[in-house]
């Protein structure tokens, strides 16, 4: 039976067992042995992490192409699998024997959504960063706070006092098919007070997207301000990721999303912006999540770059399914 080789890593970390987990599997030199969408499915299945990579064999020893799989289907791009191949690549498979002695010269990932270069900000701390793609829009509705109650009536109690028939939410897309409704807190309490809803978030919060934009992947993104972090101490945004019943501990789409839309609407012209995010806190899964924005002359996105770090936490072979 023909088996690949394979490491978990955490990301958004340098600790093990925080952050999000990853799975990287390294597929076949042979042109032959190549797998199906059907095999690359089934291998993400067996790991059951929301994102599986699966790592091309070397063609160009500065770019390497990497297939991101959730345990639905294959996605384009998505943020935790981007920073742990990046860090894999510039940090740790110089001296592993899954990669090439050429892989400290990768400057980019090939990924469905296109190029994305990616540097090392820190090689003590292992931080990388990725340029992300990005086509934003601040979509024209909103959603509504009832809905949200609706989904989540545990956060009643902390939008009683301000909260009105017209209190609503922004929607943004970093991507067509990437979107996120920001609901900002107002305290930690209230953001441990956020359930994982029963279902429903996918359909409820598409509709109020719009037209042409109303498909692929939107989540409910809770953020809280300026909140004192005893880690670092410095000043960080805590944030939460629901998408229906499930939690993600570290979302580097969504937090790209709600820096770009925080940049837009209270940033200036021709600045650059920085943003730390921690999410996970409350899964026990602590993750430290980067973000620096640069507006053009004119005030719209002229970058986004997505940092962070990630640690290996085990490796192995698995075997390739017979279908």
Known sequence: MTQLKFVTLDVFTTK?????QLAVVFLPEEPTQQLTQRQKHIITLEFNLSETIFVHPVTDPTKRTIDIFTLECEIPFAGHPTIGAANWFLCQSGADANATANAGQVTSLITKSGEIPITIQDAQSGTVAAKIAHNTRIHAQRFPLSDLLYLHPTLKPYFSATGTEETSFPLFSIVNGMSQTFIELPTLEALA???RATGGDLVSVLQ?????????LICVYFFVRDVDDDVTGKKVIRTRMMLGALEDPA????ASGLASYLALTEGKAGEAYRYHFVQGVEM??????GVNVVLDGEGAIGEVELTGSAVRVSEGVIAVPEV
């Open 16 to 20: 093990p067992f925080s952050g999000n």
């Open 193 to 195: 007070a956020v359930p």
């Open 208 to 216: 109020y997207l719009d037209a042409g934009w109303q498909s692929g």
């Open 251 to 254: 979302t580097g789409s969504s």
């Open 284 to 289: 026990d899964r602590r993750s430290d999540i």
